[in-house]
Nanobody, 122 residues
Framework: QVQLVESGGGLVQAGGSLRLSCAAS????????MGWFRQAPGKEREFVAA????????HYANFVKDRFTISRDNAKNTVYLQMNALKLEDTAVYYC???????????????WGHGTQVTVSS
């Protein structure tokens, strides 16, 4: 049974930074794509970032380029999302996702975490 457990969310002031982590279990971590989505109140869930199984490829939503960085540690079965220069509009529940493909960019990921709340205040 695949489990994705996010951590690192919280309250931060605009312009600040947070690092989200997602620990995966029940899967051969080094063979799967990992990513992040987010959903703000009253809005649709949207793609944030993805990283290929070996970390060699990444893909970002335009609204987070140059502010967020996705990375992974295959030895720790963990993916990270470093978020810098946070804006009010980054407030959302952030979901860790995984797909069994080595490299996948899409909306239909195989596995989803329960989410972690990120709140950016002024």
């Amino acid at each position: 049974q695949v489990q994705l457990v996010e951590s690192g969310g919280g309250l931060v002031q605009a312009g600040g930074s947070l690092r989200l982590s997602c620990a995966a279990s029940g899967v051969t971590f080094s063979t799967i794509t990992m990513g992040w989505f987010r959903q703000a109140p009253g809005k649709e869930r949207e793609f944030v970032a993805a990283i290929s199984s070996n970390g060699g490829a990444t893909h970002y939503a335009n609204f987070v380029k140059d502010r967020f960085t996705i990375s992974r540690d295959n030895a720790k079965n963990t993916v990270y999302l470093q978020m810098n220069a946070l804006k009010l509009e980054d407030t959302a529940v952030y979901y860790c996702v995984a797909d069994t493909a080595a490299w996948y960019i899409g909306r239909n990921y195989d596995y989803w975490g329960h989410g972690t709340q990120v709140t950016v205040s002024s």
